[in-house]
């Protein structure tokens, strides 16, 4: 029997039981209104008859007019005769008061008379009390009858109460409780429902999904452990230090060679929270140093950081590299955030050449300071009459070699300050120092060379522009590179323009020049080291924005440039114009 026919008959039935009862009450309820009725309208009004003709017979003698009121009286009660015994009285009292009308004084009449209606009287008040004790049989009858219908409805009531709704409802408990197992990935779990509803064809269905699921879950365990030991082995083949963690920041991923660096062992690292693990570990502190993992940190521009350790008293270099891991859920073409995934490269040995090279280029360009100076001494020299005068020939060669000496002392310098930024041993003296005496200084060293090509300068600076903090030395060196390099590609006869302004506590100084300009494909590489534009024709190392951008950095300021080809350049620079340091 299924649910909707158990809720039908059940339902069905205490609606017919209770459509019964009310049905019956109603009746014995109208009996006993008929029965009330009786006794009221029949033999009530026959005690009434009687006792208003014995009354007219107490009055006849003396009133003439009692016989008709006899006479009526006894009309009425010919019509309202309803007991057995009650006609034949009547019919005698009749016969007797038509022999009554001819002798009034005939006390054996009125005697007779008398008689007659005491026994009517008793006849109707005998029926009035077996009517009364009929009356409350049927009362008695009917609360009976009514307590045992409606005790019958109570218990069938009750027993729908405490029975229908735990046979629904346990059936679905007990089958919501299995749904929760089999999410929690307990596939063994199976129900079993007695009887033939439609609870028997779901635990049949359920049963069947959760075997099928039981089946899948061992096949697709076996595979995902076969392919996660696959992963495993190929990952600690690798000869990277690798570590993986989710958007929790658990760590799930690890290989050997992360270990071998860290000291740590699997059981310390998975499951872990990365955030708990750096704070007693280095290497993990510099792993997540200045990554926003939970963040998006692909907003970053570079996320391979470099980190150093020092293990068994040598120093290790690893390049970082994050990787983010991305998935789409099924139906969802957007991919969420899965975790992340760091890379170590070791780059030790490209950071010992890399030292090799700084440390040779710096003691090469040392030794090559003192003999190239001597050279530009002894050329000043030969340049005084006071060595012996030269003819015209003489002078230009001596000129230039002069020029040559001064290109190449540029150089050496430029490759010593590039040696002071490699080894991290540039000296700086940053104070606050007013940008106009930084920039005269410059505009000083560039004058002649500018005057050289007839070249003027524009100069918009406010004269309550806040004093900078930087180093005056290298803050000099830079405008003076920038100077010189818009002089260098500018054309004769033209202009250079120097503005400066302050925003939010920061000053931008910008040197414009209306020379031949930088392509768009270049623009990006200007800063880099021995670069220089192709096509230019200008002799250089390369080195001299490389150091402009390492020397304002250091600063915590800015440079960039704009330019557009054919048109000329502006090269900016954003100094801090207060000491947040304090």
């Not at 062992?265 to 280095?282: F, H, K, M, P, R």
Request: proline letters at 1%.
């Amino acid at each position: 029997m299924n649910i909707k026919t158990k809720l039908k008959l059940g339902i069905g039935l205490l609606f017919t039981l209770i459509i019964l009862l009310a049905f019956l009450s109603i009746k014995q309820i109208n009996s006993l209104s008929t029965a009330s009725e009786n006794i009221i309208k029949d033999n009530k009004e026959t005690i009434g008859y009687t006792k208003n003709m014995l009354k007219a017979l107490s009055e006849i003698e003396e009133d003439q007019q009692a016989l008709d009121a006899f006479e009526r009286n006894l009309l009425k009660q010919k019509s309202n005769i309803t007991e057995i015994g009650e006609k034949e009285l009547t019919q005698k009292l009749s016969e007797d008061f038509s022999l009554l009308k001819q002798n009034q004084k005939d006390e054996e009449l009125l005697a007779n008379l008398h008689s007659t209606l005491f026994e009517i009287m008793s006849l109707n008040l005998n029926a009035i009390e077996l009517k009364n004790t009929i009356a409350g049989n049927i009362a008695k009858k009917a609360i009976l009858i009514i307590s045992m219908l409606s005790l019958v409805c109570f218990i069938i009531a009750l027993i729908l109460f405490l029975k229908l709704p735990g046979n629904i409802s346990n059936p679905i408990q007990q089958l919501i409780k299995s749904i929760r197992q089999i999410a929690a990935n307990d596939y063994s779990q199976r129900v079993n429902f007695e009887g033939h509803d439609e609870l028997r064809e779901l635990a049949v269905s359920f049963n069947s999904m959760a075997s099928k699921l039981e089946q899948y879950n061992k096949s697709s365990i076996a595979k995902l452990l076969a392919e996660r030991k696959i992963s495993a082995t190929l990952i600690n083949k690798i000869h990277y230090p690798i570590i993986g963690f989710d958007t929790a920041m658990k760590v799930n991923l690890v290989n050997d060679e992360f270990l071998s660096i860290t000291d740590l062992s699997y059981q310390d690292l998975i499951g872990t929270n990365i955030l708990e693990i750096a704070t007693l570990n280095e290497l993990i502190s510099q792993i997540i140093l200045d990554s926003s993992f939970n963040k998006n940190i692909s907003s970053k521009n570079d996320n391979n950081t470099r980190i150093h350790l020092e293990i068994h008293g040598k120093d290790i270099y690893f390049e970082k590299e994050i990787q983010e891991i991305k998935l789409a859920h099924d139906n969802d073409v957007n991919e969420h955030l899965m975790g992340y995934v760091v890379v170590l490269k070791n780059v030790t040995k490209y950071m010992e050449l890399d030292l090799a090279k700084t440390n040779f280029i710096a003691t090469v360009s040392h030794e090559l300071k003192t003999p190239v100076s001597a050279i530009k001494f002894s050329l000043q020299l030969l340049e005084n009459e006071k060595t012996g005068r030269l003819n015209q020939e003489q002078f230009e060669l001596i000129k230039s070699c002069e020029e040559d000496v001064d290109n190449l002392l540029k150089i050496i310098s430029e490759l010593l300050n590039l040696a002071q930024v490699e080894t991290g041993n540039i000296q700086l003296n940053i104070i606050p120092v007013n940008l106009e005496d930084i920039l005269r200084y410059a505009l000083n060293n560039s004058k002649s060379v500018a005057n050289q090509k007839n070249i003027v300068f524009e100069i918009n600076i406010p004269s309550d522009l806040p004093k900078v903090i930087a180093d005056k030395e290298k803050t000099s060196w830079v405008i003076t590179n920038i100077i010189s390099n818009a002089i260098r590609y500018s054309d004769e006869n033209s202009k250079i323009v120097i503005s400066a302004s302050e925003i939010k506590n920061k000053v931008t100084l910008s040197i414009r020049d209306f020379g031949s300009g930088i392509e768009s494909k270049y623009i990006s590489r200007v800063f880099d080291r021995y670069f220089t534009v192709p096509g230019t024709n200008k002799e250089g190392s390369g080195l001299g924005l490389t150091l402009c951008k390492e020397f304002i950095e250091a600063q915590g300021g800015e440079i960039y440039v704009e330019s557009e080809f054919g048109v000329g350049s502006v090269f900016s620079l954003i100094l801090n114009a207060k000491d947040f340091s304090n």
